[in-house]
């Protein structure tokens, strides 16, 4: 199959949280199990070009049609480790991808409409006619729209659309104007079962544009897809999902074995695997040295998130002075968009800077993120909502055991210690309901219990989570599948 994997994100060149992981894992996968792949992205000014290989100028003169004008693009082409790469480069006056960062600008949604056209545009003018079209997130979400009212039409009738939605969050709510923009009829697609948004009706709707007119749509757990069909975790989506229920699904994301393996990886002290495990005491201590905490015979509880509301910020900061109060340190590395939430983090940064059991790292740093979990014994996830999550996933294959609350892929990955269904050997963590103080505290404080009380247990706990199997390998199959079954309709 040649399936084109469409995106604002791809780690690491490109990324700015999971989407790009999710790309970049994915891709590798299909390349593996022999399919042909491209991502295609906008060649942004912040394109970190160095992984790239063979980056060179593949297509000239990619003119596209952009409200009342033509934009003339390049394409360029590069190699992602085996994964092909194409980047559309408008020479545009409004400088689309020339921002220095991803997103957060203003007309966000001209930018990401005009790649959207961009992108077909480039496949019907070289004669690409993938099999698969996999778009991401709100930003592709016009792709599919444009595919069945524009280019079918222009003879591009034998590609299907694989949709996926990363977070309901951000759905692209925007003016009708940007549909004019792409050239599509306001008077046809404004419609309340099309792009209209349903809770405001003067504001397209893109991510709901994408779920209308793709062929199959999923989200990335299947407790989330549950989620947002059944309770306000759809915000405002749920009939919709509910109408297209035939066509929609989840399946869990893995995480990158070649990026998070303690056995191999480059960036910890030591590396350690379930048969070395007595190793990871070294990346311990050395996690101690590096943040100054004092060596105690007590776990590290880590937190390495985005500080923002849907991670539970109130929960975390809660959290952290439990573990303080019942026997556990605490490491946070952790980045607040959020004005109040930087400078709630920063006061409790200040409040606890005396303390030797305390170190939070208020900022976004790799390598510091490897050796957290290399070194860490606990991990915090007290989230709102959340889509699938990494980070219990990363922290379990480092022999950390998570936190977490019963919400979307954490429900689906971590197997509570004391009251999971699941045999002990699947067991992997501790997991809450309620989204309270009291709630977070009958998880932790059982955690820390465990960890003091009953060392052989936890160490169990540890090895369970090592075991699971969180590569790609089987979604990548799940998504072959879905494949298969949509060419099954050409
Ligand atoms: P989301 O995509 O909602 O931010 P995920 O759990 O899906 O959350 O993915 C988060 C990823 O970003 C993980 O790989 C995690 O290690 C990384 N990460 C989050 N915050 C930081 C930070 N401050 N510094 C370094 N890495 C971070």
Request: net charge negative; aromatic share 10%.
């Amino acid at each position: 199959m040649y399936i084109a994997l469409i995106s604002a994100e791809c780690a690491p060149i490109a990324k700015a949280g999971g989407l790009g992981d999710f790309v970049l894992g994915l891709a590798r996968e299909l390349v593996r199990c022999g399919e042909t792949v491209e991502i295609v992205l906008p060649y942004y000014d912040v394109l970190d070009i160095a992984p790239l290989a063979d980056l060179q100028v593949v297509y000239e003169q990619l003119r596209v049609p952009f409200h009342n004008e033509w934009i003339t693009c390049r394409v360029f082409g590069g190699k992602l480790t085996e994964v092909n790469c194409l980047f559309i480069d408008p020479q545009s006056v409004h400088g689309l991808f020339q921002r220095r960062r991803i997103y957060g600008e203003q007309d966000d949604a001209e930018r990401f409409a005009f790649f959207a056209r961009a992108v077909l545009e480039f496949m019907l003018q070289s004669g690409r006619q993938p099999d698969i079209l996999h778009c991401n997130d709100w930003q592709t979400g016009l792709i599919p729209v444009l595919l069945y009212e524009v280019y079918q039409a222009l003879g591009m009738n034998r590609t299907r659309v694989c949709y996926t939605l990363h977070n309901l969050g951000y759905q692209g709510r925007v003016s009708e104007t940007i549909l004019r923009q792409v050239g599509l009829d306001p008077q046809r697609v404004m419609t309340a079962d099309r792009l209209r948004d349903s809770q405001d009706g003067r504001l397209a709707n893109l991510l709901q544009g994408g779920i209308v007119y793709s062929n199959f749509v999923n989200t990335v757990s299947p407790r989330y897809a549950w989620e947002i069909q059944h309770t306000e975790q759809g915000m405002g989506l749920q009939p919709l999902l509910n109408t297209y229920a035939h066509k929609f699904g989840g399946v869990l994301n893995g995480i990158d074995e070649e990026i998070w393996n303690p056995e191999l990886d480059p960036l910890i002290p030591t590396n350690f695997g379930v048969e070395t495990l007595p190793r990871k005491a070294l990346n311990r201590q050395a996690l101690r040295s590096r943040l100054g905490l004092q060596t105690v015979d007590k776990p590290i509880m880590a937190i390495v998130t985005r500080l923002d509301y849907q991670k539970g910020v109130d929960l975390i900061a809660h959290g952290i002075h439990d573990t303080l109060a019942h026997g556990g340190q605490i490491v946070l590395l952790g980045t607040a968009l959020d004005p109040a939430i930087a400078a709630q983090f920063a006061q409790l940064k200040q409040d606890t800077a005396a303390n030797p059991d305390c170190h939070l790292e208020l900022g976004y740093d790799e390598t510091l993120a490897h050796l957290i979990y290399a070194g860490a014994d606990l991990m915090l996830i007290p989230s709102r909502y959340e889509p699938c999550g990494l980070t219990q996933m990363i922290a379990m294959k480092y022999g950390v055991v998570p936190v977490v609350r019963r919400a979307g892929g954490l429900a689906d990955t971590v197997f509570d210690a004391n009251y999971s269904d699941q045999p002990f050997e699947l067991r992997n963590g501790y997991v809450f309901d309620e989204l309270t103080t009291a709630g977070l505290e009958s998880a932790l404080r059982r955690a820390l219990g465990l960890w003091h009380g009953y060392p052989e247990y936890f160490w169990q706990l540890r090895v369970n989570g090592m075991r699971s199997d969180l590569s790609w390998r089987r979604p990548a199959q799940r998504y072959l599948a879905i494949y298969a079954q949509l060419r099954a309709t050409v």
